[in-house]
């Protein structure tokens, strides 16, 4: 293992650069598994998540083949425990030597930088895991399904409820109709923003652990301030929505059927209305506290819909009278005892009963327990599997199909992120899903797909259109 590696320099400038790189590598390069053979899978952002998701590859028997980060002090730890292993602190360098070996890439990263990550690796031909969010933008998570289609690759964001038997089964019971007709679904998170902040201003020296330029990945060069690396700022990262409405709005999402706007869960046209009631502008950071009303059109035989989107603590929630609206639906307080986050949830209202989940869609149940007493149990038609990780490590040997796909994973976190986008203007924004546009709010519009460093852009031919339109 080497100490500080930097790029190569028999690769230079545009050649390194990220759309540039593309170009030289656009087409299927996986290598064929056999068998009895072990994936070979690097893990790119190897913190706290990512240090989770390394272990898991051993456990379930597939191989690490290559680390990379751009902190060059998480590399001491892997030293002993994977000596073997080459680290790197420039995913591109790692994708370029490790080309001929690799089978699949998982990432955990900060969010400006995933669709950097995993758009490049599919490229390459590489079955791609991404932690969430999966994206920063809309035009990212737009680009990302398109490139995983004509790449043809096994996808995954991480949404680890999705993998659970009672998400699977309450999925299906939802589609069989037992709850009734769904028009009305509120997804949650207790916990605020940080509000209002200033721009950090200043110069620090690099520390000489770092890789700032490869940290910046596709954000605006700009001078070293550690307060950059903070996930609380609209260009780094992507607020409440992106981190727990990922995981939150499965359900619902899948439950009332939107992807049949982008088409990719059958075909209905219309344009989603979205509305932000922010605590007050913060064009910076995310703000204190958000409602946001989604209200969906109509899908085939589906109804039109409203999704409300609330983040806000506990007291806040009760202060505004929400949670005791949400206790009112469910017929008690919507608390799930033993979850990380137990007062976070969701409810999908239908017209015979309500779906009530905890913040991660793993444990879900039916109301009133009078009506409904037994538990879900296991899914009869959505395959059981043994974990999340596991799923996408069989879907890359060609087992099956991810649940959370960027199929599925994409168009949920562009609804997601139309909420950030929202909280910056005062009128409710139409948006067409197809066309992947606002269309009457320019300047919403142009922020689906903000600018990006030359050198990273996404070249994905179907994303072009938004490129136009950002610049």
């Not at 425990?81 to 602190?89: C, D, G, I, N, S």
């Not at 721009?199 to 950059?228: E, I, K, M, N």
């Amino acid at each position: 293992m080497s100490d500080r590696i930097g790029r190569r320099t028999m690769l230079q400038s545009a050649v390194w650069g990220v759309g540039s790189w593309w170009v030289l590598r656009n087409s299927r390069s996986a290598r064929a598994v056999q068998a009895n053979e072990k994936l070979n899978l690097a893990v790119v952002g190897v913190g706290r998540r990512g240090t989770a998701l390394a272990e898991a590859v051993g456990r379930v028997g597939e191989r690490v083949v290559a680390l990379c980060d751009v902190d060059q002090r998480r590399a001491a730890a892997w030293q002993d425990k994977l000596p073997e292993v080459p680290w790197y602190q420039d995913f591109r360098q790692m994708l370029d030597e490790q080309d001929s070996r690799l089978d699949g890439v998982i990432a955990a990263l900060p969010a400006h930088n995933h669709t950097a990550v995993g758009a490049a690796a599919m490229a390459q031909g590489k079955h791609v895991y991404l932690e969430k969010p999966c994206a920063r933008t809309v035009g990212e998570a737009r680009a990302l399904r398109r490139i995983a289609t004509k790449q043809q690759v096994a996808t995954q964001m991480g949404n680890q409820g999705m993998a659970t038997d009672s998400f699977r089964r309450t999925l299906e019971l939802i589609q069989d109709g037992v709850v009734g007709e769904i028009c009305e679904a509120h997804v949650w998170f207790a916990h605020g923003g940080p509000g209002p902040r200033e721009l950090p201003t200043g110069q620090q020296p690099v520390p000489d652990y770092l890789d700032w330029d490869v940290w910046l990945g596709p954000l605006a060069l700009r001078p070293y301030h550690p307060a950059w690396m903070s996930g609380m700022w609209r260009e780094v990262g992507a607020g409440n929505l992106g981190y727990n409405g990922s995981h939150g709005m499965n359900l619902t999402f899948k439950g009332l059927r939107l992807g049949a706007l982008w088409g990719t869960d059958g075909h209905a046209a219309g344009t989603i209305r979205v509305q932000s009631k922010p605590a007050e502008l913060s064009p910076h950071t995310f703000p204190r506290w958000q409602t946001v009303l989604y209200d969906i059109p109509a899908r085939g035989d589906l109804p039109p819909a409203r999704i409300h989107w609330h983040n806000a603590t506990r007291a806040e929630l009760e202060r505004q009278g929400i949670w005791q609206q949400l206790t009112q639906i469910a017929g008690q307080p919507p608390v799930s005892e033993g979850s990380w986050t137990p007062e976070s949830g969701s409810l999908l209202v239908g017209s015979r009963g309500v779906v009530h989940t905890n913040a991660h869609n793993s444990i879900c149940r039916l109301l009133p327990e009078s009506r409904f007493p037994e538990p879900v149990g296991p899914p009869r038609r959505l395959p059981r599997i043994p974990g999340h990780e596991r799923e996408w490590m069989a879907a890359c040997r060609g087992r099956g199909t991810p649940l959370s796909n960027f199929d599925h994973s994409g168009p949920v976190m562009e609804l997601l992120l139309l909420g950030n986008v929202a909280s910056l203007f005062e009128e409710p924004l139409e948006f067409d899903p197809q066309q992947g546009r606002i269309l009457n709010n320019e300047d919403a519009d142009r922020l689906l797909n903000p600018p990006r460093r030359e050198d990273w852009q996404l070249d994905d031919p179907a994303n072009q259109a938004l490129q136009t339109r950002s610049g």
